[in-house]
C-alpha cells in the first residue's frame, strides 16, 4: 500500500480488514495531533460503487469510532460531494474509491477539514501507520448516522446555481451512467437546466472509466449512442464522480485539459494551475498566468495556495483529466461560488455545455475553434512499477541513453524532468513517458499538428515501451 497521485492505492485483498482499519485510525490520530479535529469531533465518511467500498467503509467507521471521532456515513456519492459537505461542517473526511482503476483495486482519499490532505500528510499518516502496525489493530466494522441526502443535496445547490435558469434549454444529452457515483446527480442537473436527457449504459457491476485514456470500447459506445440518438453531447465521469467525460455529436471524447481550459474562462479566472501533461497550447489559449506542476491534486493545490498567498485572484487548477478545482471564490449566475480545492466533473462539464449552446454550433467545431495541438494519452496496464522504475532510471541516466531510445521516432530537442520524462522533437512533436503514480501502469503522452500524427505518434510510443520492457528482462 502506499500514497499515490491522489489518496491510498492498492489491491482490494490488501486494502480490506487490517490496511483499512490501520490508516482510518493513523488519520484519527494525525488530525487529534495536529489540533485540526478535537476529540469526539464529526468525521465524514463516502464511497464508491465498487463491490468491495462497503465493507471497506464499514471498517473504517469502526477505527475511526475506536480512534475517538464521531463518523457520519455520506453514502455512495461523488468524491467533490463529500469534500463539499465536510468544508461545510468543518470536519474531516474519507473517500474510500479507487476512482478509474478496476474493480480489483480500491483506495482511501482523505481530507482535512479544509480540504485535502498534502505530502506533508501523507508522510505523517505513513509513519503513524507504521508505528500502530507494531501493536493490534481493532478489525469491527461499524456503521454511522446517514447524511448522504444532506451531502447531496448541497452539492445539487452548487451545481444548479452556476448558469441562469434554462441555459441548456433545446439541447439532447446523453449521460453514460456505467457505475460512477454521479450519474443520478447528472442527469438531475441537466434537466433542472432545461436539457433533454437521456440515461445510458447503467450498470449494477463495476465498470472502471479512465477519462484521460479512454478505452476503445467506450469511444465505441458512445459513438454508436450519439448516432442512434441524435445527441449533442454525451457527458459522464469516473467512478467517484471527480473527473468529467464529454463526448461531442459524433461521440468523440474531447481532452480533458480542454475541459478545464473552458471552465477557466467561464469563470473568468487570472491563474491557471495545471500539471505538465496537460496541452502546450494553455499558456496562449488566455490572458490568465499558467503554472505547471508535478502530476496529482496535491502538487496542484500547493500551487493554488501558493498563489493565493501571494494575493492572487481568480484562481481555478485542472489536472489533464479535466477535474477542476477552485482556490478563489467567483461570481456565477446564482450568486458566489465559494472555493471547491479538489477535482470536480460537473464544473467543467457545465461549462462545456453552456459554451455549446452560447454559440450555437456542435461540439467538435467547438473543440477546433481552440486551436490546441492535437494531445493523446494511453497506458500500458499491469506493467510492473520496478520495470517502469528501470525504464525512467535509464532514460534519465544520459541524455546518449534518452536519444537511443528515441531515435526511430525523430531528434530530441528540448526534454523537461517535472514530472516523467517530457520530450520534444526537432520536429515539434512531443512525446511524454510517465509511470502512473497510483497504480502499475506506464502512461504515454503525446502532442502533434494533427489527429493522425498524434495517434501514430501514441502507438510508437507505447511500442517502444513494450519493446524495451520485454528486451529488458520484463
Not at 164 to 169: K, N, Y
Not at 182 to 208: C, E
Not at 396 to 422: C, M, N, Q, W, Y
Request: one cysteine or more; aromatic letters at 6%.
Amino acid at each position: 500500500m502506499k500514497f499515490g497521485t491522489s489518496g491510498l492505492r492498492g489491491l482490494v485483498v490488501d486494502l480490506e480488514g487490517h490496511i483499512s482499519a490501520l490508516y482510518s485510525e493513523a488519520f484519527a490520530q494525525h488530525l487529534l495531533r495536529e489540533g485540526l479535529v478535537q476529540p469526539g469531533g464529526s468525521i465524514l465518511v463516502g464511497r464508491d460503487f465498487r463491490p468491495s467500498s462497503p465493507g471497506i467503509a464499514a471498517t473504517c467507521i469502526g477505527a475511526l469510532e475506536r480512534a475517538g471521532l464521531a463518523p457520519i456515513d455520506c453514502g455512495a456519492i461523488p468524491t467533490p460531494a463529500l469534500a463539499l459537505y465536510g468544508l461545510k461542517l468543518g470536519a474531516a473526511s474519507l473517500m474510500v474509491t479507487g476512482s478509474h482503476i478496476p474493480a480489483d483495486r480500491n483506495g482511501i482519499k482523505f481530507y482535512r477539514p479544509d480540504g485535502e490532505i498534502d505530502k506533508a500528510d501523507e508522510a505523517a499518516i505513513t509513519a503513524i501507520a507504521a508505528e500502530l502496525d507494531k501493536g493490534e489493530i481493532g478489525l469491527e466494522p461499524s456503521v454511522a448516522p446517514d447524511h448522504s441526502a444532506e451531502a447531496t443535496a448541497l452539492f445539487m445547490a452548487r451545481n444548479t446555481g452556476l448558469l441562469p435558469a434554462g441555459a441548456l434549454d433545446g439541447l439532447k444529452i446523453g449521460v453514460y451512467q456505467h457505475s460512477t457515483v454521479a450519474r443520478d446527480i447528472f442527469v438531475d442537473v441537466l434537466q433542472a437546466y432545461g436539457a433533454q436527457v437521456l440515461p445510458l449504459g447503467r450498470s449494477q457491476s463495476f465498470i472502471p472509466v479512465d477519462t484521460e485514456a479512454v478505452s476503445p470500447e467506450t469511444v465505441s459506445a458512445l459513438k454508436a449512442w450519439a448516432v442512434e440518438h441524435g445527441l449533442d453531447a454525451i457527458v459522464s465521469a469516473d467512478g467517484d464522480g471527480d473527473r468529467p467525460l464529454v463526448a461531442d455529436e459524433i461521440g468523440e471524447p474531447l481532452r480533458g485539459d480542454l475541459l478545464g481550459l473552458v471552465a477557466a474562462q467561464f469563470l473568468n479566472a487570472d491563474v491557471v494551475v495545471t500539471p505538465v501533461t496537460s496541452n502546450s497550447g494553455i499558456e496562449a489559449a488566455g490572458s490568465f498566468r499558467v503554472v505547471r506542476t508535478k502530476v496529482g491534486s496535491p502538487f496542484v493545490i500547493a500551487a493554488m495556495n501558493a498563489a493565493l498567498a501571494e494575493k492572487a485572484e481568480g484562481v481555478v487548477g485542472f489536472e489533464a483529466n479535466g477535474g477542476t478545482l477552485t482556490g478563489s471564490e467567483f461570481a456565477v449566475a446564482g450568486g458566489r461560488l465559494a472555493p471547491l480545492p479538489t477535482r470536480d466533473s460537473l464544473l467543467p462539464v457545465l461549462a462545456v455545455l453552456k459554451l455549446r449552446k452560447r454559440h450555437d454550433m456542435p461540439l467538435s467545431a467547438i473543440a477546433g475553434s481552440f486551436r490546441l495541438p492535437f494531445a493523446a494519452a494511453d497506458r500500458l496496464e499491469n506493467f510492473p512499477v520496478e520495470t517502469s522504475a528501470a525504464l525512467m532510471a535509464h532514460l534519465r541516466g544520459s541524455d546518449e541513453a534518452l536519444a537511443s531510445f528515441l531515435s526511430p521516432l525523430g531528434t530530441v530537442a528540448h526534454k523537461s524532468d517535472i514530472d516523467g520524462l517530457r520530450t520534444t522533437l526537432s520536429d515539434g512533436r512531443v512525446i511524454h513517458l510517465r509511470p502512473s503514480g497510483n497504480a502499475p501502469e506506464m502512461r504515454c503522452y503525446v502532442e502533434a499538428a494533427g489527429e493522425a500524427d498524434a495517434r501514430a505518434l501514441l502507438a510508437e510510443g507505447l511500442d517502444l515501451i513494450r519493446r524495451w520492457a520485454a528486451n529488458n528482462g520484463s
